[in-house]
C-alpha cells in the first residue's frame, strides 16, 4: 500500500548544509537508492510519471554562449535559425502532444530575455494551449517582475529557468549572465504565483562538488521548485562541451537520488539525454526517484527516444502517465500508458 502525499514535517527542510548534500552524494550506491526511494513512495504514486511535451517556438541565433547549447549564435553548429513560430503551428503541435497522452506543453525560446513584444505573442500561445486543458510551461530566459507578472496573469502554469550547475562551476559554462542574474528570475517567477521549475546539466566536466553545491542552491530555495530537471549534457557538434568525457552513469543517478532527498514533494525530470540512456539507466533513474520526463521524438533541437520506444518502456516497467492535479479538461486521446485513475475506473 502506498502512502503518498503524507507530510513528515521533518522531509521537507530548506536549511540542507553543504556537507550533508555532500555526504548524500557519497553513500554506498545502494543505502543512497534504498532512502531516496523510501522517500519517494512516501509522497507519490511510485509508478506514475509526468509526462511533458516541448516545443521549440523560437530556435537558435542565441546571443548568449552557454557553452553546452547547439542555439548560441556563438557556435557553429549547423543549426537553421526560425522565428517565433505562428500561434496556429503551435496549437497544432500541442493538440498533437497531447494526443498523444502529454499533459503538460512547454514552449522554449532561444531568448537571452524576451522583448514585451515577444511576450504579447507568447500569452496567445499560453491562452490557446490551456484552452485545450493541458499544463502550459515556458522557458524564454530572464525575466523581469512584470513579465512574469504578466505571465502568471494569462495562466502560464510553470516557468523553466535552470540554475544549470554549482555557482562555482558557472563561471565556465557561461559568462554572458551571472549565477545572480538566474535566482533573480527565479525569486520573480516565484513572487508571481507561477510554479518554479529549476534544475540543472550533469556531464559538462563538473565535479561531484559542484552537484553538492548546485543541488544545495535548488534546495535551499525559500521553497523549492515544483520541478527540477536534472538533465544529461546531450553532445553537440560545434559546441564548446562537444567531446567531453561523459558522466559515469551512477554519479548521473546519484544526483537524481539527492534531488529525491533534499526535495522530496517535487517533482524530478528524467530530462535531456534519454537518448543516450539504455533503458536500464532510465528505469534506475525513476527508482531513485525520477517522476517526469519529456515526451515526444525531439527535445527542443536535438533528439528524444522515439514515442513507441518509451510507450514499450512504460509498458516494461508497469510504469502509468501521472494525471495532473491543476489542468481543467486532460481531454486525453491515446495516453502513453493507462493512468492510475483509468485503470481503477476500468475494475
Ligand atoms: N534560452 C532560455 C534559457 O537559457 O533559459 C530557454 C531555453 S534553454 C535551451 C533551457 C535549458 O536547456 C538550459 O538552461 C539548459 O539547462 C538546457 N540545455 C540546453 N542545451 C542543452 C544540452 N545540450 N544538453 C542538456 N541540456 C541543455
Ligand atoms: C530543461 O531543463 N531541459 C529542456 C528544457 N528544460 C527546456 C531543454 C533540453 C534541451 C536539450 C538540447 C536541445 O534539444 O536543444
Ligand atoms: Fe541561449 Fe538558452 Fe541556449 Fe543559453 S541555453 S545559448 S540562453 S538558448
Same mark, same amino acid.
Given at each position: 500500500m502506498h502512502s503518498f502525499n503524507v507530510t513528515a514535517k521533518s522531509d521537507i527542510r530548506h536549511d540542507w548544509t553543504l556537507e550533508e548534500v555532500t555526504a548524500l552524494l557519497a553513500l554506498p550506491f545502494n543505502d543512497l537508492l534504498y532512502q531516496a526511494h523510501s522517500l519517494h513512495r512516501r509522497y507519490f504514486d511510485p509508478n506514475a510519471v509526468q509526462i511533458s511535451t516541448l516545443l521549440s517556438i523560437k530556435t537558435g541565433a542565441c546571443? *548568449?554562449? $552557454?557553452?553546452? $547549447?547547439?542555439?548560441? #549564435?556563438?557556435?557553429?553548429?549547423g543549426l537553421k535559425a526560425e522565428k517565433l513560430m505562428d500561434l496556429d503551428e503551435v496549437v497544432r503541435q500541442a493538440k498533437l502532444a497531447r494526443e498523444n497522452g502529454a499533459t503538460r506543453f512547454c514552449m522554449g525560446a532561444a531568448y537571452r530575455n524576451p522583448k514585451d513584444r515577444d511576450l504579447d505573442k507568447i500569452i496567445d500561445m499560453v491562452i490557446a494551449v490551456r484552452g485545450l486543458g493541458m499544463e502550459t510551461c515556458a522557458t524564454l530566459g530572464m525575466l523581469t517582475a512584470a513579465q512574469a507578472k504578466r505571465l502568471a496573469d494569462a495562466g502560464l502554469d510553470y516557468y523553466n529557468h535552470n540554475i544549470d550547475t554549482s555557482e562555482n562551476y558557472y563561471r565556465e559554462i557561461i559568462t554572458t549572465r551571472s549565477f545572480q542574474e538566474r535566482l533573480d528570475t527565479l525569486e520573480n517567477v516565484r513572487a508571481s504565483g507561477m510554479h518554479v521549475c529549476s534544475g540543472g546539466i550533469i556531464g559538462? +566536466? *563538473?565535479?561531484r562538488d559542484d552537484h553538492a553545491a548546485m543541488l544545495q542552491t535548488l534546495a535551499t530555495l525559500p521553497q523549492h521548485p515544483e520541478s527540477v530537471p536534472i538533465n544529461q549534457l546531450v553532445q553537440v557538434e560545434g559546441t564548446p562541451l562537444h567531446g567531453r568525457e561523459g558522466v559515469d552513469p551512477f554519479d548521473f543517478i546519484r544526483v537524481i537520488a539527492v534531488a529525491r532527498i533534499l526535495m522530496p514533494k517535487s517533482h524530478v525530470r528524467l530530462s535531456a539525454g534519454r537518448s543516450q540512456m539504455h533503458d536500464e539507466m532510465q528505469a534506475l533513474a525513476f527508482f531513485a526517484g525520477a517522476n517526469s520526463i519529456f515526451y515526444g521524438d525531439k527535445l527542443l533541437t536535438t533528439e528524444n527516444p522515439q514515442q513507441d520506444a518509451d510507450r514499450s518502456l512504460f509498458a516494461r516497467l508497469g510504469i502509468h502517465a501521472e494525471t495532473p492535479?491543476? #489542468? +481543467?479538461?486532460?481531454?486525453? +486521446?491515446? +495516453?502513453i500508458a493507462e493512468s492510475h485513475e483509468q485503470r481503477c475506473a476500468a475494475t
Open positions: 546571443p *548568449e554562449d $552557454c557553452k553546452y $547549447c547547439p542555439q548560441s #549564435a556563438r557556435y557553429h553548429t559538462m +566536466g *563538473e565535479s492535479v491543476s #489542468a +481543467g479538461n486532460p481531454a486525453q +486521446g491515446t +495516453g
